[in-house]
């Protein structure tokens, strides 16, 4: 997992590092190449076969961009059609950020929840968000480290809906921070509140529990 701070995160992202596969040939983004939840698209760790230089530059290949002042965290990403979804907090906010894969640019933050303290659970290792963001469509699921998880429209950022696993169903923040991905089960999502729900199923399109 990578650590972020507020200070000092430079996201060095070296996908469109302008490094050529074959002569004349970029980089390009297709369906095979998304990465769009945690450990991919199986959730197992393994990226579709791609085309790979087979030697690389001995300084390693160029800096295409890099992106600064992202929040601290312990968010990894997901990428799906040349977008890159993470999170991160400051001292107030837990928010979702989309970046250009191509520039690095933002192209929209959103807060979902307040930041977590040492207060909410056991921040020896630094606060911020444990969750990576899970792309299905044009949703972007997301759940924050006190447990709030939400649904944004992935070209928007804007909120769809909002639920609080320990305040709506009686979930408690375990002792490193709530720290799963929310798991997409065709019109359901997964989530694990704990305590008096061990496991629950939202609607995708509601957040409305249909199972627990």
Same mark, same amino acid.
């Given at each position: 997992?990578? =650590?972020?701070? $507020?200070?000092r995160?430079?996201?060095?992202? +070296?996908?469109?590092?302008?490094?050529?596969?074959?002569?004349?040939?970029?980089?390009?983004?297709?369906? %095979?190449?998304?990465?769009?939840?945690? =450990?991919?698209? $199986?959730?197992d760790?393994?990226?579709?076969?791609?085309?790979?230089?087979? #030697?690389?530059?001995?300084?390693?290949?160029p +800096?295409?961009?890099?992106?600064t #002042? +992202?929040?601290?965290?312990? %968010?990894?990403?997901? *990428?799906?059609?040349?977008? *890159?979804? !993470?999170?991160?907090?400051?001292? !107030? /906010?837990?928010?979702?950020?989309?970046?250009?894969?191509?520039?690095?640019? !933002?192209?929209?933050? !959103?807060?979902?929840?307040?930041?977590?303290?040492?207060?909410d659970? #056991?921040?020896?290792?630094?606060?911020?968000?444990?969750?990576?963001?899970?792309? /299905?469509?044009?949703?972007?699921?997301v759940?924050? /480290?006190?447990?709030?998880?939400?649904?944004?429209d992935?070209?928007?950022?804007?909120?769809?809906?909002?639920?609080?696993?320990v305040? /709506?169903?009686?979930?408690?923040?375990p002792?490193?921070?709530? %720290?799963?991905?929310?798991?997409?089960?065709d019109?359901?999502?997964?989530?694990?509140?704990?305590?008096?729900?061990?496991?629950?199923?939202?609607? =995708?399109?509601?957040?409305?529990?249909?199972?627990?």
């Amino acid at each position: 997992m990578h =650590r972020l701070t $507020n200070d000092r995160w430079a996201f060095v992202f +070296l996908i469109f590092f302008g490094w050529t596969l074959f002569a004349g040939m970029p980089l390009a983004w297709s369906d %095979s190449s998304d990465w769009p939840q945690w =450990r991919g698209p $199986n959730r197992d760790g393994k990226a579709a076969p791609q085309l790979l230089l087979q #030697n690389w530059p001995e300084q390693g290949p160029p +800096l295409s961009w890099e992106a600064t #002042n +992202l929040g601290r965290g312990y %968010s990894s990403l997901a *990428i799906v059609d040349g977008q *890159i979804f !993470t999170m991160g907090s400051d001292a !107030t /906010d837990c928010f979702v950020i989309c970046l250009d894969a191509d520039t690095g640019t !933002t192209a929209w933050q !959103t807060t979902v929840s307040r930041a977590g303290t040492g207060e909410d659970y #056991n921040a020896g290792w630094g606060a911020g968000p444990r969750s990576t963001p899970t792309i /299905d469509g044009r949703d972007v699921f997301v759940v924050s /480290d006190v447990g709030i998880v939400a649904c944004l429209d992935r070209d928007t950022g804007d909120v769809r809906w909002s639920v609080d696993m320990v305040a /709506d169903y009686g979930g408690a923040i375990p002792k490193w921070g709530y %720290s799963e991905s929310v798991l997409v089960d065709d019109q359901r999502i997964v989530v694990t509140p704990g305590q008096d729900n061990f496991m629950i199923a939202l609607d =995708r399109q509601t957040g409305r529990v249909v199972l627990q």
